[in-house]
């Protein structure tokens, strides 16, 4: 084989090549630029602040009042008890031979109750021993002669009227005792409480003391 011969056919092979190899790829492009879009800041709109004046008229105040609580009126819960009155002497009085003394009820119990006629009296010395006969009932200022039915609230007070012959202002038939208390029952009541009454009464028949009915007041 002729030695030039096959030296050309390679170089020409290689030229051959390196042309198609520049065929084939040509000139890289160049990389695609993205530009952002530029940005517009838009300020925004300035905010407009009204100042609300304060306003001059206040609220007005609703004022509820309150009702005053009606007052709880008790009724009588019956006759007046011993055990529920207080009894104590008033003042005296002194007309021709006897003298009369104020006998005064007051109610001491929460509830109301009511006395009507007249109450009981026994007068008793210091040993206890009756001094004399129990007091009679006598009759009342009424116009018609009855009693009346008197309503006692808590703390109030209802009066009768016990006479009695003092031993200075008795006769020869006197019959004088020393009394120490009087035992005063209530209208209608079995029981007695303790008035002391240190007094020196006739005991005779005929200056037997007298009780009158129960009236309102002291």
Do not use: K, W
Not at 48 to 69: D, H, K, N, Q, R
Not at 135 to 152: C, K, Q, R, S
Request: hydrophobic fraction near 40%.
């Amino acid at each position: 084989m002729n030695v030039r011969s096959s030296l050309g056919s390679l170089v020409l092979t290689a030229v051959s090549a390196l042309v198609l190899a520049g065929c084939g790829h040509g000139t890289a492009a160049a990389p695609a630029t993205t530009s952002a879009p530029p940005v517009t800041t838009s300020s925004p709109p300035p905010v407009t602040t009204a100042s609300v004046a304060p306003s001059t008229s206040e609220i007005p105040t609703t004022t509820t009042a309150s009702a005053s609580p009606t007052p709880t009126t008790l009724a009588p819960t019956g006759p007046c008890t011993t055990a529920q009155l207080a009894f104590t002497l008033g003042s005296h009085a002194t007309s021709g031979t006897h003298t009369t003394v104020g006998l005064n009820l007051r109610n001491t119990a929460a509830a109301p109750c009511t006395v009507r006629g007249n109450p009981a009296v026994d007068v008793v010395d210091s040993y206890g021993m009756q001094a004399g006969p129990a007091a009679a009932a006598l009759p009342g200022d009424a116009p018609d002669g009855l009693p009346a039915t008197v309503t006692l609230a808590h703390g109030a007070t209802a009066r009768a009227n016990f006479s009695y012959v003092a031993a200075v202002n008795g006769g020869a038939s006197c019959s004088p005792d020393t009394a120490a208390r009087l035992l005063v029952f209530a209208p209608g009541s079995s029981t007695s409480a303790s008035v002391p009454f240190a007094v020196s009464i006739c005991t005779a028949a005929a200056d037997r003391p007298g009780i009158t009915p129960v009236v309102a007041g002291s």
